[in-house]
């Protein structure tokens, strides 16, 4: 077992401060006259800020993953809570975090911009990691593990006997990015909260769900740590709007949402098969996630003439284990269509 203490975890400024309060902290009541946050008082949808707890919005979300709202934390987007994460536990100039290689790039960027070092851990030939190993890469500094499950750009689901192995035997915080668990048949770290008071979940509205303009992430993890996230956070960084929009989507879109990302992963498997047997494609990576990993002859030939058909995909060349890569997002059928017609003509096959 690990010696996880959030109090020493925590920056001490961090600890220290007290947090920002906003107008609408401060009193309780219905029915009052709003003078106290100089906006505009002539009514529309949008002259009172939002709500800074948004706890409508958590109780909808808490309800369909089964949680409670004190363990939801809301990001302007789960690339918020990355960086509030590093905030809180990472002391600029002297700490620093792990990441897998290879695995989404928001990690290494946010930890730049908070001037922490970055530990890279490699995943193996089939991007799977052996705990044990990993933690042997950690230093008495490193204050946050990053575990992308399902990964991106690889679309793997990490093994779960090696994730345990981890969140036992480190001391600092284990975030789990779980952006593409719509689409993987595993479930949710977030049911072993309760077991890992070291362990944060980060889900988004982005992706199953459809809504990536909204900007809202998820971060779920315990009470303590949810406190500290909140203390560090714009008091209002989820908009009105945002905050409304998601409600109603929650609410009314369940359904139409499930049955999306049925379609998405039938095309997923769909591709994954056709793909394969396209000459100029060496490997296609197995994909618990919205998108296709594909090791190609020539990433940049065929990013291009992608391109020149109207197509956009996203380069993922130089990657550990995967020298030519380009990841495709599953669309709609037709474009997918499409764009495999596109994929039958090209010339370097
Ligand atoms: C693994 C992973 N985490 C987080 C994000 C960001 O999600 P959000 O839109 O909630 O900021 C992405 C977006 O591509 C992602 O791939």
Known sequence: MNNFDLNTLV???????APYSSARDEFSGSNMVFLDANENPWETTNNRYPDPKQEALKKAIAEI?????????????????????MRAVGTPGKDNILITQPTYGVYEVSAAINDLDIIRYPLNKNYELDGDELLTFTNQNTRI????????PTA???????????LNHFNGLVVIDEAYIDFSQEKSWSEKLGLYPNLIVLQTLSKGWGLAGLRIGMAYASENIIRILNKIKPPYNISNASQRIALEALSSKRDLVAEQIDRLIEERNKYFSLFSKLPFVKKVFPSEANFLLLEVENTDALYQYLIDQGFVTRKRKGILHCAEGIRFSIGTPEENKNMYEALLNFEGK
Request: with cysteine.
């Open 145 to 152: 593990i990053f575990l992308c499950s399902p990964n991106n």
């Open 11 to 17: 920056r001490p400024n961090i600890l220290k401060m």
């Open 156 to 166: 793997n689901i990490l093994q779960k006997q090696e994730v345990e192995k981890v």
């Open 65 to 85: 993953k089964g949680l409670e709202v004190k363990n939801i934390f809301l990001g302007n987007g789960s690339d918020e809570a990355i960086d509030i994460v």
